[in-house]
């Protein structure tokens, strides 16, 4: 990569690490998954390529098609809140069930489940949109050419770097959570940030 294409690179990963380390509903459920070791891999994958399709839609053009479509925004806005809610009342739920503890991290969740709840996570989040398609969009103008596209590849090896870090090194902390009462906390504090995000989301319409 020569030292023109370098620069924007680093531009592009920096502010997709930036914009995707923050917690959020898509990383805790990505850490849960990580520590029950269930799926792993695809669970990943489809986190990282979707950030991708949603970074080269952004830098394509799309992002200015969608900021002009304050209905689409809100429907998102109000299903993502909807999805939230829902799933920080399941975690709540396994947190004041040690039994329901037991049997998650002994049998593998179902595939389908976990790919279903994963891509809700992943689409159903406005903020996704807004960091992806809009935001990283928006400031891939200021390259032109092979810049903007080295500035887009950028962005997207964050996410892959991410989220399969996340994935897989959320094992080194499975000492700590061979206690049920490491795995009630932890979902206590998934069921938390869900239910704040959601209201965040809510909170946008107001």
């Not at 304050?70 to 709540?92: D, E, K, S």
């Not at 928006?138 to 770097?161: D, K, P, V």
């Amino acid at each position: 990569m020569g030292e023109a294409l370098y620069s924007p690179f680093l531009s592009g990963l920096f502010l997709g690490g930036s914009l995707i380390i923050a917690i959020g509903a898509q990383n805790a459920f990505i850490l849960r998954q990580g520590l029950l070791r269930q799926h792993v891999f695809i669970l990943c994958l489809i986190c990282s390529l979707s950030d991708a399709l949603l970074i080269s839609a952004g830098v394509a053009g799309l992002g200015t098609l969608v900021s002009r479509s304050p209905a689409l925004i809100t429907a998102v806005t109000v299903g993502g809140a909807i999805f939230l809610f829902t799933y920080a009342f399941t975690a709540f739920r396994r947190a004041t069930h040690p039994d329901a503890l037991h049997a998650a991290k002994s049998g593998p969740a179902g595939f389908k489940a976990a790919v279903g709840a994963c891509l809700a996570f992943t689409f159903l989040n406005p903020h996704v949109y807004l960091d992806t398609v809009l935001l990283v969009g928006s400031l891939s103008g200021a390259y032109e050419g092979a810049a903007r596209t080295s500035f887009a590849i950028g962005a997207i090896s964050a996410s892959f770097l991410w989220f399969f870090g996340l994935g897989y090194g959320a094992r080194l902390l499975e000492p700590l959570f061979a206690r049920p009462a490491s795995w009630r906390v932890l979902d206590t504090l998934i069921g938390l940030v869900m239910a704040v995000l959601g209201l965040n989301l809510l909170m946008r319409l107001v």
